[in-house]
């Protein structure tokens, strides 16, 4: 988990949107530190972490933005998509709404960010399926028509989150390269 002496080759700025409560605090803090909790509190005000891993040789920073909860008055800024290369777009997969939102995330996003975005949709929460109200193929589908990469996660349990910040990362990363 990060070296402080490495040599930085790249500065990946990445974004986490969606709704309210869907688990981006807490993906950012399984990825980041791996740690989980199930106080949402815990991390409000945390503007961006960062965390430096190696993609084909080359160690890569990559600093995810939160946002802190603005996202409940609908404040998330153009600062805050200023310079963003990647964004991940998550949804909680036991509460529709937060998937019916996501056209209106997605709408914003292109709006205001680099044309050329990575984007992830994710599901979130896949420890809760007994709880599920978005089966995987409608997310599947709206992500393959809008061009998006699709993961289901867990913070809590660790499924997935790593390999969602690679995808994205690896895929910026080919881009550049
Ligand atoms: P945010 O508002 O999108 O940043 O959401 P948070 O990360 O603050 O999470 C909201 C709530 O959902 C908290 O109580 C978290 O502990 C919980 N949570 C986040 N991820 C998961 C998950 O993968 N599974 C379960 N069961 N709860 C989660
Ligand atoms: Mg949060």
């Known amino acids: 988990y990060g070296d402080a002496s490495q040599k930085i080759d790249y500065v990946f700025k990445v ?17 980041a530190r791996n740690e989980f909790s199930l106080d949402s509190k815990a991390t409000i005000g945390v503007e961006f972490q960062t965390r430096t891993l190696v993609i084909e040789h080359k160690s890569v920073k990559a ?31 036991t ?5 019916d939102h996501i056209p209106r995330w997605l709408e914003e996003l292109r709006s205001h960010a680099d044309k050329n975005i990575v984007i992830i949709l994710i599901g ?15 997310a599947k589908e709206f992500a393959q028509k809008e061009g998006l990469f699709f ?8 499924t997935n989150v790593e ?6 990362l690896t895929e910026i990363f080919n881009i550049l390269n």
């Open 151 to 158: 993961l289901e996660t867990s913070a809590l349990e660790s």
């Open 63 to 93: 600093q995810i933005w939160d946002t802190a909860g603005q996202e409940r008055y609908r404040a998330v800024t153009s600062a805050y998509y200023r310079g963003a290369v990647g964004a991940m777009l998550v949804y909680d997969i």
């Open 95 to 99: 509460k529709r709404q937060t998937f």
């Open 163 to 168: 390999n969602a910040f690679l995808t994205v």
């Open 124 to 138: 979130n929460k896949t420890d809760l399926e007994n709880q599920r109200a978005v089966p995987t193929e409608d």
């Open 15 to 31: 974004v986490l949107i969606g709704d309210s409560a869907v688990g981006k605090s807490q993906i950012l803090a399984r990825f």
